[in-house]
Protein backbone atom coordinates (compact mmCIF):
# COMPACT_ATOMS: atom_id res chain seq x y z
CA UNK A 1 0.00 0.00 0.00
CA UNK A 2 1.03 3.65 -1.05
CA UNK A 3 2.27 5.47 1.82
CA UNK A 4 0.13 8.61 1.29
CA UNK A 5 -1.53 8.87 -1.98
CA UNK A 6 -3.54 11.98 -2.89
CA UNK A 7 -6.65 12.06 -5.27
CA UNK A 8 -8.17 14.84 -6.95
CA UNK A 9 -6.86 17.07 -3.95
CA UNK A 10 -7.81 20.96 -4.04
CA UNK A 11 -5.59 23.19 -1.79
CA UNK A 12 -6.09 26.90 -0.85
CA UNK A 13 -6.67 29.59 1.75
CA UNK A 14 -9.83 31.06 2.86
CA UNK A 15 -11.98 29.23 -0.35
CA UNK A 16 -9.03 30.46 -2.81
CA UNK A 17 -8.01 27.49 -4.82
CA UNK A 18 -4.40 27.38 -5.28
CA UNK A 19 -3.96 24.06 -6.88
CA UNK A 20 -6.65 22.28 -8.29
CA UNK A 21 -6.76 17.96 -9.17
CA UNK A 22 -3.77 17.08 -7.43
CA UNK A 23 -2.90 12.97 -7.41
CA UNK A 24 -0.05 11.81 -7.21
CA UNK A 25 0.97 8.83 -4.37
CA UNK A 26 4.45 7.80 -2.73
CA UNK A 27 5.59 4.60 -2.20
CA UNK A 28 7.93 2.97 0.69
CA UNK A 29 11.77 4.01 -0.17
CA UNK A 30 10.66 6.43 -3.19
CA UNK A 31 12.42 9.74 -3.35
CA UNK A 32 10.03 12.31 -4.52
CA UNK A 33 10.92 15.94 -6.20
CA UNK A 34 8.29 18.86 -6.11
CA UNK A 35 8.98 21.28 -7.95
CA UNK A 36 7.21 24.19 -9.54
CA UNK A 37 7.11 28.50 -10.03
CA UNK A 38 7.28 30.51 -6.41
CA UNK A 39 3.62 30.42 -5.84
CA UNK A 40 2.60 27.30 -7.39
CA UNK A 41 1.28 25.73 -4.65
CA UNK A 42 4.20 23.69 -3.07
CA UNK A 43 4.68 25.55 0.39
CA UNK A 44 0.72 24.38 1.15
CA UNK A 45 0.94 21.46 -0.40
CA UNK A 46 3.46 20.19 2.51
CA UNK A 47 1.66 22.18 4.65
CA UNK A 48 -1.50 19.66 3.49
CA UNK A 49 0.92 16.51 3.56
CA UNK A 50 1.97 17.58 7.37
CA UNK A 51 -1.64 17.92 8.48
CA UNK A 52 -1.52 21.59 9.56
CA UNK A 53 -4.04 22.18 7.11
CA UNK A 54 -6.67 20.09 5.33
CA UNK A 55 -7.52 20.46 1.22
CA UNK A 56 -10.44 22.10 0.56
CA UNK A 57 -12.07 18.83 -0.87
CA UNK A 58 -10.53 15.57 -2.48
CA UNK A 59 -8.79 13.09 -0.37
CA UNK A 60 -5.39 12.60 1.13
CA UNK A 61 -4.68 9.19 2.74
CA UNK A 62 -1.72 8.03 4.68
CA UNK A 63 -1.36 4.36 4.02
CA UNK A 64 1.29 1.92 6.59
CA UNK A 65 -0.10 3.15 9.70
CA UNK A 66 1.60 6.11 8.69
CA UNK A 67 1.00 8.32 11.85
CA UNK A 68 1.57 12.38 12.55
CA UNK A 69 4.62 11.74 14.38
CA UNK A 70 6.59 9.56 12.06
CA UNK A 71 7.22 12.29 9.76
CA UNK A 72 10.28 14.08 9.67
CA UNK A 73 10.62 17.94 8.82
CA UNK A 74 13.23 20.55 7.39
CA UNK A 75 11.75 23.50 7.32
CA UNK A 76 12.82 26.68 5.91
CA UNK A 77 14.73 28.67 8.44
CA UNK A 78 13.05 31.18 10.00
CA UNK A 79 14.64 34.42 11.60
CA UNK A 80 14.06 33.84 15.19
CA UNK A 81 16.38 30.84 14.97
CA UNK A 82 19.25 32.92 13.77
CA UNK A 83 19.87 34.19 16.90
CA UNK A 84 18.81 31.80 19.36
CA UNK A 85 21.00 30.44 21.84
CA UNK A 86 21.10 26.65 21.05
CA UNK A 87 23.47 23.87 21.34
CA UNK A 88 23.60 21.28 18.11
CA UNK A 89 22.89 18.71 20.96
CA UNK A 90 19.85 20.23 22.17
CA UNK A 91 18.26 21.02 18.59
CA UNK A 92 18.72 17.28 17.57
CA UNK A 93 17.43 15.88 20.95
CA UNK A 94 14.75 18.42 20.27
CA UNK A 95 13.77 16.28 17.14
CA UNK A 96 13.24 13.39 19.77
CA UNK A 97 10.27 15.20 21.18
CA UNK A 98 7.38 13.73 19.53
CA UNK A 99 7.46 10.36 20.59
CA UNK A 100 7.61 11.33 25.01
CA UNK A 101 4.12 11.87 25.17
CA UNK A 102 3.64 13.61 28.36
CA UNK A 103 7.24 12.61 29.75
CA UNK A 104 8.80 15.55 31.33
CA UNK A 105 12.77 14.08 29.87
CA UNK A 106 14.02 11.79 27.60
CA UNK A 107 14.61 8.32 27.95
CA UNK A 108 18.35 6.86 27.25
CA UNK A 109 17.04 5.51 23.91
CA UNK A 110 15.79 8.93 22.92
CA UNK A 111 19.56 10.22 23.54
CA UNK A 112 21.16 7.81 21.83
CA UNK A 113 19.07 7.95 19.20
CA UNK A 114 20.83 11.85 18.74
CA UNK A 115 24.16 11.25 19.19
CA UNK A 116 23.37 8.06 16.12
CA UNK A 117 22.13 10.44 14.15
CA UNK A 118 24.94 13.32 14.79
CA UNK A 119 27.65 10.64 13.91
CA UNK A 120 25.42 9.58 10.87
CA UNK A 121 25.35 13.31 9.48
CA UNK A 122 28.89 13.70 10.61
CA UNK A 123 28.38 16.54 12.85
CA UNK A 124 29.10 14.60 16.22
CA UNK A 125 31.93 16.82 16.68
CA UNK A 126 30.36 20.17 16.56
CA UNK A 127 27.92 18.74 19.27
CA UNK A 128 28.36 21.37 21.97
CA UNK A 129 28.93 24.43 19.71
CA UNK A 130 26.46 26.87 19.33
CA UNK A 131 23.81 26.16 16.31
CA UNK A 132 23.60 29.94 15.56
CA UNK A 133 27.71 29.90 15.26
CA UNK A 134 27.92 27.37 12.61
CA UNK A 135 27.94 27.38 8.64
CA UNK A 136 24.66 27.58 6.52
CA UNK A 137 25.69 23.59 5.82
CA UNK A 138 26.59 23.20 9.07
CA UNK A 139 23.11 24.00 10.21
CA UNK A 140 21.34 22.08 7.64
CA UNK A 141 22.87 18.95 8.59
CA UNK A 142 21.62 19.32 12.23
CA UNK A 143 18.41 20.29 11.48
CA UNK A 144 18.20 16.78 8.86
CA UNK A 145 19.91 15.22 11.86
CA UNK A 146 16.60 16.18 14.21
CA UNK A 147 14.20 15.31 11.48
CA UNK A 148 15.39 11.66 11.09
CA UNK A 149 14.90 11.86 15.13
CA UNK A 150 11.74 12.61 14.56
CA UNK A 151 11.59 9.78 11.87
CA UNK A 152 13.30 7.52 9.77
CA UNK A 153 10.46 6.80 7.83
CA UNK A 154 9.63 9.99 5.77
CA UNK A 155 11.46 13.01 5.55
CA UNK A 156 9.95 16.42 4.16
CA UNK A 157 12.39 18.72 3.32
CA UNK A 158 11.50 22.05 2.35
CA UNK A 159 14.25 23.70 0.32
CA UNK A 160 16.84 22.29 2.22
CA UNK A 161 19.90 23.90 -0.24
CA UNK A 162 18.39 27.75 -0.49
CA UNK A 163 20.88 30.06 0.23
CA UNK A 164 23.97 27.17 0.52
CA UNK A 165 27.11 27.44 -1.97
CA UNK A 166 27.25 24.80 -4.73
CA UNK A 167 30.14 22.95 -2.96
CA UNK A 168 27.96 22.52 0.17
CA UNK A 169 24.74 22.22 -1.83
CA UNK A 170 26.39 19.11 -4.09
CA UNK A 171 27.05 17.59 -0.03
CA UNK A 172 23.78 17.69 1.12
CA UNK A 173 22.30 16.08 -2.16
CA UNK A 174 24.64 13.26 -1.67
CA UNK A 175 23.48 12.95 2.20
CA UNK A 176 20.43 12.80 0.90
CA UNK A 177 20.56 10.21 -1.47
CA UNK A 178 22.10 8.02 0.87
CA UNK A 179 19.89 8.15 3.83
CA UNK A 180 17.20 7.40 0.17
CA UNK A 181 19.15 4.19 -0.41
CA UNK A 182 19.30 3.21 3.06
CA UNK A 183 15.53 2.59 2.74
CA UNK A 184 14.27 6.73 4.04
CA UNK A 185 11.45 7.93 1.79
CA UNK A 186 12.13 11.18 1.01
CA UNK A 187 9.96 14.52 0.24
CA UNK A 188 11.66 17.51 -1.32
CA UNK A 189 10.59 20.70 -2.49
CA UNK A 190 13.21 22.16 -4.66
CA UNK A 191 13.96 24.97 -7.20
CA UNK A 192 16.73 22.80 -8.60
CA UNK A 193 15.59 21.12 -11.28
CA UNK A 194 18.86 19.85 -12.65
CA UNK A 195 19.41 18.37 -9.13
CA UNK A 196 15.70 16.91 -8.76
CA UNK A 197 16.17 14.75 -12.24
CA UNK A 198 19.78 13.80 -10.81
CA UNK A 199 18.50 12.35 -7.75
CA UNK A 200 15.11 12.14 -7.10
CA UNK A 201 13.33 8.67 -8.76
CA UNK A 202 9.61 10.60 -9.19
CA UNK A 203 9.00 14.43 -9.96
CA UNK A 204 5.33 15.96 -9.20
CA UNK A 205 5.61 19.57 -11.18
CA UNK A 206 2.44 21.61 -9.53
CA UNK A 207 1.72 24.66 -11.40
CA UNK A 208 -2.23 25.83 -10.29
CA UNK A 209 -2.99 22.56 -11.97
CA UNK A 210 -0.43 19.27 -11.46
CA UNK A 211 1.63 19.53 -14.84
CA UNK A 212 3.05 16.23 -14.19
CA UNK A 213 3.90 13.20 -11.85
CA UNK A 214 5.53 10.29 -12.33
CA UNK A 215 9.00 9.21 -12.31
CA UNK A 216 12.01 10.82 -13.24
CA UNK A 217 12.90 9.37 -16.36
CA UNK A 218 9.16 10.15 -17.85
CA UNK A 219 9.26 13.69 -16.70
CA UNK A 220 12.89 14.36 -19.11
CA UNK A 221 10.33 13.64 -22.20
CA UNK A 222 7.25 15.22 -21.08
CA UNK A 223 6.41 18.65 -22.29
CA UNK A 224 6.42 19.77 -18.61
CA UNK A 225 9.83 18.79 -17.85
CA UNK A 226 10.92 20.12 -21.51
CA UNK A 227 9.48 23.58 -21.32
CA UNK A 228 10.65 23.71 -16.98
CA UNK A 229 14.04 22.38 -18.36
CA UNK A 230 14.55 24.77 -20.98
CA UNK A 231 13.58 28.11 -18.42
CA UNK A 232 15.91 26.41 -15.82
CA UNK A 233 18.76 25.86 -17.95
CA UNK A 234 18.58 29.72 -19.52
CA UNK A 235 18.53 31.03 -15.49
CA UNK A 236 21.08 28.78 -14.27
CA UNK B 1 24.46 45.39 58.35
CA UNK B 2 23.42 45.01 61.91
CA UNK B 3 19.91 46.52 61.44
CA UNK B 4 19.47 44.23 58.38
CA UNK B 5 19.81 41.07 60.48
CA UNK B 6 18.10 42.56 63.35
CA UNK B 7 15.10 43.05 60.37
CA UNK B 8 15.41 39.45 59.53
CA UNK B 9 15.48 37.76 63.27
CA UNK B 10 12.25 40.31 64.34
CA UNK B 11 9.76 40.46 61.41
CA UNK B 12 8.76 36.87 60.04
CA UNK B 13 6.96 39.08 57.14
CA UNK B 14 10.04 40.28 55.77
CA UNK B 15 11.60 36.72 56.25
CA UNK B 16 8.36 35.55 53.98
CA UNK B 17 8.15 38.04 51.45
CA UNK B 18 12.00 38.08 50.84
CA UNK B 19 11.46 34.36 50.13
CA UNK B 20 8.57 35.06 47.65
CA UNK B 21 10.28 37.38 46.00
CA UNK B 22 13.15 35.51 44.91
CA UNK B 23 10.45 32.66 43.65
CA UNK B 24 8.51 35.18 41.55
CA UNK B 25 12.27 36.36 40.29
CA UNK B 26 13.21 32.86 39.32
CA UNK B 27 9.93 32.10 37.80
CA UNK B 28 10.15 35.78 35.48
CA UNK B 29 13.31 34.57 34.67
CA UNK B 30 12.55 31.34 33.62
CA UNK B 31 9.88 33.00 31.16
CA UNK B 32 11.77 35.37 30.34
CA UNK B 33 14.14 33.26 27.76
CA UNK B 34 11.25 32.06 26.59
CA UNK B 35 9.50 34.58 26.52
CA UNK B 36 12.29 37.20 24.75
CA UNK B 37 13.27 33.90 21.76
CA UNK B 38 9.60 33.71 20.76
CA UNK B 39 9.38 38.08 20.78
CA UNK B 40 6.73 37.97 22.97
CA UNK B 41 8.46 40.39 25.88
CA UNK B 42 5.45 43.05 24.85
CA UNK B 43 2.61 40.59 25.74
CA UNK B 44 4.60 40.23 29.27
CA UNK B 45 4.45 44.30 29.25
CA UNK B 46 0.40 44.32 28.04
CA UNK B 47 -0.63 41.77 30.54
CA UNK B 48 1.02 43.81 33.18
CA UNK B 49 -1.68 46.79 32.55
CA UNK B 50 -4.18 44.45 32.01
CA UNK B 51 -3.45 43.54 36.04
CA UNK B 52 -3.33 46.99 36.96
CA UNK B 53 -6.76 47.78 35.41
CA UNK B 54 -8.27 44.45 36.94
CA UNK B 55 -6.75 45.16 40.27
CA UNK B 56 -8.61 48.80 40.00
CA UNK B 57 -11.93 46.80 39.48
CA UNK B 58 -11.38 44.42 42.32
CA UNK B 59 -10.13 47.18 44.87
CA UNK B 60 -13.56 49.50 43.77
CA UNK B 61 -15.57 46.03 44.48
CA UNK B 62 -14.06 46.30 47.89
CA UNK B 63 -12.34 42.91 47.46
CA UNK B 64 -9.11 42.44 50.22
CA UNK B 65 -7.75 39.99 47.95
CA UNK B 66 -7.67 41.46 44.67
CA UNK B 67 -5.99 39.00 43.04
CA UNK B 68 -9.36 36.70 42.92
CA UNK B 69 -10.64 39.24 40.21
CA UNK B 70 -7.06 40.35 38.53
CA UNK B 71 -6.13 36.65 38.19
CA UNK B 72 -8.30 35.28 35.84
CA UNK B 73 -9.22 38.53 33.82
CA UNK B 74 -5.29 38.52 33.31
CA UNK B 75 -4.43 35.36 32.38
CA UNK B 76 -7.71 35.71 29.88
CA UNK B 77 -6.24 38.62 28.43
CA UNK B 78 -3.02 36.41 27.96
CA UNK B 79 -4.92 34.45 25.84
CA UNK B 80 -6.48 37.02 23.88
CA UNK B 81 -3.26 38.69 22.96
CA UNK B 82 -1.67 35.35 21.80
CA UNK B 83 -4.34 34.73 19.49
CA UNK B 84 -4.06 38.34 18.02
CA UNK B 85 -1.18 37.40 17.83
CA UNK B 86 -1.55 35.26 15.30
CA UNK B 87 -3.88 36.25 13.05
CA UNK B 88 -2.04 37.73 10.79
CA UNK B 89 -4.74 40.34 9.90
CA UNK B 90 -4.43 41.99 13.37
CA UNK B 91 -0.79 43.92 14.11
CA UNK B 92 0.36 42.53 16.69
CA UNK B 93 2.16 45.03 18.04
CA UNK B 94 -0.73 47.57 17.86
CA UNK B 95 -3.04 45.23 19.78
CA UNK B 96 -0.70 45.00 22.28
CA UNK B 97 -0.14 48.90 22.54
CA UNK B 98 -4.20 49.50 22.17
CA UNK B 99 -4.42 46.91 24.93
CA UNK B 100 -2.47 48.35 27.60
CA UNK B 101 -2.43 52.57 27.33
CA UNK B 102 -6.36 51.17 27.48
CA UNK B 103 -5.67 49.10 30.35
CA UNK B 104 -3.95 51.45 32.59
CA UNK B 105 -6.70 54.09 31.66
CA UNK B 106 -9.29 52.39 32.85
CA UNK B 107 -7.94 51.04 35.94
CA UNK B 108 -7.04 54.47 36.73
CA UNK B 109 -10.68 55.90 36.06
CA UNK B 110 -12.01 53.17 38.11
CA UNK B 111 -10.01 54.43 41.14
CA UNK B 112 -11.02 57.90 40.64
CA UNK B 113 -14.76 56.91 40.41
CA UNK B 114 -15.17 54.25 42.87
CA UNK B 115 -12.46 55.55 45.66
CA UNK B 116 -13.23 52.99 48.03
CA UNK B 117 -11.87 53.08 51.33
CA UNK B 118 -8.62 54.36 50.26
CA UNK B 119 -7.42 58.20 51.72
CA UNK B 120 -5.48 58.53 48.67
CA UNK B 121 -5.62 57.45 45.09
CA UNK B 122 -2.38 58.36 43.62
CA UNK B 123 -0.62 56.49 46.70
CA UNK B 124 -2.96 53.41 45.57
CA UNK B 125 -2.30 53.92 41.92
CA UNK B 126 1.83 54.73 42.30
CA UNK B 127 1.66 50.89 44.89
CA UNK B 128 0.38 49.29 41.98
CA UNK B 129 2.65 50.64 39.35
CA UNK B 130 5.62 50.60 41.53
CA UNK B 131 5.52 48.20 43.87
CA UNK B 132 5.39 48.73 47.76
CA UNK B 133 8.32 48.57 50.53
CA UNK B 134 8.85 45.39 51.62
CA UNK B 135 7.11 46.01 55.23
CA UNK B 136 3.65 46.63 53.05
CA UNK B 137 3.18 43.19 51.99
CA UNK B 138 1.03 41.14 53.65
CA UNK B 139 0.71 37.54 55.06
CA UNK B 140 -1.52 36.28 52.08
CA UNK B 141 -0.44 38.15 49.96
CA UNK B 142 3.07 36.34 50.14
CA UNK B 143 1.51 32.88 50.80
CA UNK B 144 -0.49 32.84 47.85
CA UNK B 145 2.59 33.98 46.02
CA UNK B 146 4.95 31.89 46.82
CA UNK B 147 1.98 28.39 45.90
CA UNK B 148 1.48 30.28 42.95
CA UNK B 149 5.62 30.98 41.80
CA UNK B 150 6.10 27.20 43.07
CA UNK B 151 3.70 25.56 40.55
CA UNK B 152 4.73 27.68 37.85
CA UNK B 153 8.15 26.48 38.79
CA UNK B 154 6.98 22.76 38.75
CA UNK B 155 5.30 23.78 35.27
CA UNK B 156 8.49 24.97 33.83
CA UNK B 157 10.50 21.73 34.75
CA UNK B 158 8.21 19.98 33.79
CA UNK B 159 7.28 20.93 30.37
CA UNK B 160 10.91 22.40 29.88
CA UNK B 161 11.74 20.05 26.66
CA UNK B 162 8.21 21.04 25.10
CA UNK B 163 9.14 24.58 25.77
CA UNK B 164 12.45 24.16 24.39
CA UNK B 165 11.12 22.54 20.89
CA UNK B 166 8.51 25.07 20.13
CA UNK B 167 10.46 28.15 21.27
CA UNK B 168 13.17 27.37 18.74
CA UNK B 169 11.18 25.85 16.32
CA UNK B 170 7.23 25.83 16.54
CA UNK B 171 6.54 24.81 12.96
CA UNK B 172 9.01 21.91 13.60
CA UNK B 173 7.49 20.87 16.15
CA UNK B 174 3.55 21.52 14.95
CA UNK B 175 4.33 19.57 11.44
CA UNK B 176 5.80 16.20 13.52
CA UNK B 177 3.26 16.11 16.06
CA UNK B 178 3.59 18.42 19.38
CA UNK B 179 0.93 20.10 19.93
CA UNK B 180 2.08 23.53 19.53
CA UNK B 181 -0.78 25.69 20.67
CA UNK B 182 -1.63 24.18 23.68
CA UNK B 183 2.16 25.04 25.27
CA UNK B 184 1.92 28.42 23.86
CA UNK B 185 -1.31 28.27 25.80
CA UNK B 186 0.17 27.02 28.70
CA UNK B 187 3.40 29.71 28.36
CA UNK B 188 0.56 32.46 28.22
CA UNK B 189 -1.13 31.13 30.94
CA UNK B 190 1.81 30.78 33.40
CA UNK B 191 2.78 34.31 32.41
CA UNK B 192 -0.25 36.17 33.50
CA UNK B 193 0.13 34.17 36.85
CA UNK B 194 3.39 35.13 37.36
CA UNK B 195 2.54 38.87 36.36
CA UNK B 196 -0.13 38.87 38.57
CA UNK B 197 1.06 37.54 41.78
CA UNK B 198 4.56 39.98 41.25
CA UNK B 199 1.99 43.08 40.85
CA UNK B 200 1.81 43.43 44.97
CA UNK B 201 5.92 43.53 45.71
CA UNK B 202 7.12 44.83 41.91
CA UNK B 203 4.58 46.76 40.57
CA UNK B 204 2.68 46.11 36.89
CA UNK B 205 4.91 48.50 35.47
CA UNK B 206 7.98 46.90 36.53
CA UNK B 207 7.83 43.73 35.82
CA UNK B 208 8.53 43.02 32.13
CA UNK B 209 11.93 44.37 33.46
CA UNK B 210 12.11 41.12 35.89
CA UNK B 211 11.39 39.06 32.56
CA UNK B 212 13.70 40.56 29.99
CA UNK B 213 16.93 41.45 32.10
CA UNK B 214 17.88 38.74 33.23
CA UNK B 215 17.32 36.58 29.82
CA UNK B 216 19.14 39.39 27.62
CA UNK B 217 22.11 39.31 30.11
CA UNK B 218 22.58 35.52 29.88
CA UNK B 219 22.73 35.62 26.58
CA UNK B 220 25.16 38.43 26.17
CA UNK B 221 27.56 35.56 27.63
CA UNK B 222 26.35 32.35 26.93
CA UNK B 223 25.19 30.42 24.04
CA UNK B 224 23.51 27.30 25.10
CA UNK B 225 19.63 26.88 26.51
CA UNK B 226 20.49 25.29 28.89
CA UNK B 227 22.98 27.91 30.20
CA UNK B 228 21.37 30.77 29.34
CA UNK B 229 18.71 29.19 31.59
CA UNK B 230 20.68 28.28 34.55
CA UNK B 231 22.50 31.92 34.07
CA UNK B 232 19.37 33.99 33.57
CA UNK B 233 17.64 32.36 37.45
CA UNK B 234 20.94 32.93 39.23
CA UNK B 235 21.00 36.22 37.67
CA UNK B 236 17.67 36.86 38.66
CA UNK B 237 18.02 35.58 42.41
CA UNK B 238 21.03 37.69 42.95
CA UNK B 239 19.60 40.85 42.29
CA UNK B 240 16.27 40.14 44.19
CA UNK B 241 18.97 39.55 46.83
CA UNK B 242 20.66 42.76 46.55
CA UNK B 243 17.67 44.69 46.07
CA UNK B 244 15.68 43.07 49.28
CA UNK B 245 19.10 44.23 51.08
CA UNK B 246 19.94 48.02 49.78
CA UNK B 247 15.85 48.29 49.77
CA UNK B 248 15.90 47.05 53.54
CA UNK B 249 19.29 49.12 54.32
CA UNK B 250 18.20 52.65 52.97
CA UNK B 251 14.82 52.21 52.73
CA UNK B 252 13.61 52.23 48.84
CA UNK B 253 10.65 50.69 47.23
CA UNK B 254 11.72 47.02 46.76
CA UNK B 255 11.14 46.52 43.12
CA UNK B 256 12.58 49.52 41.64
CA UNK B 257 15.71 48.35 43.49
CA UNK B 258 15.81 44.81 42.06
CA UNK B 259 14.90 46.20 38.75
CA UNK B 260 17.91 48.86 38.96
CA UNK B 261 20.16 45.85 39.90
CA UNK B 262 18.80 43.65 36.84
CA UNK B 263 19.90 46.69 34.52
CA UNK B 264 23.40 47.12 36.30
CA UNK B 265 23.67 43.51 36.09
CA UNK B 266 22.89 43.62 31.92
CA UNK B 267 25.84 46.43 31.83
CA UNK B 268 27.96 43.87 32.98
CA UNK B 269 27.33 40.84 31.30
CA UNK B 270 27.39 43.04 27.74
CA UNK B 271 30.79 44.43 28.96
CA UNK B 272 31.96 40.92 29.77
CA UNK B 273 29.78 39.23 26.45
CA UNK B 274 31.91 41.97 24.28
CA UNK B 275 35.53 41.19 25.68
CA UNK B 276 34.68 37.90 25.39
CA UNK B 277 34.14 38.07 21.78
CA UNK B 278 37.19 40.47 21.47
CA UNK B 279 39.22 37.64 22.53
Not at chain 1, 69 to 90: H, M
Not at chain 1, 211 to 232: M, N, Q
Request: with cysteine; hydrophobic share 50%.
Amino acid sequence: MALISCENVVLGYENKPIVENLTFCLEQGNYLCIVGENGSGKSTLIRTILRLQSPMSGYLTYGDGLRKNEIGYLPQQTAAQKDFPASVYEVVLSGCLNRSGLAPFYTAKQKKSARDNMELLGITHLQKRCYRELSGGQQQRVLLARALCASSKLILLDEPVAGLDPKVTADMYEIIKDLNRSGVTVIMVSHDIEAAIKYSTHILHVAHTPKFFGTTEDYLSSDAGIAFLKGGRKNG
Amino acid sequence: MAKIIFYFQNFPTIRYATLALLLISLCAALLGVTLVLKRFSMIGDGLSHVTFGAAAIATAMGLVTPIYVSLPITVLAAVLLLKIRSNTKIQGDAAIAMVSAGSLAFGYLIMNLFPGKSSSISGDACTNLFGQGILGINKQDVAICAILSALVLFIFIFFYNKIFAITFDESFSRATGTRAEVYNTLIAVITGVIIVVSMNMVGALLISALITFPALSAMRVFKTFRSVIICASVISIACAIIGVLVSLAVKTPVGSTIVVADVAAFGLFSLIGAILKRN
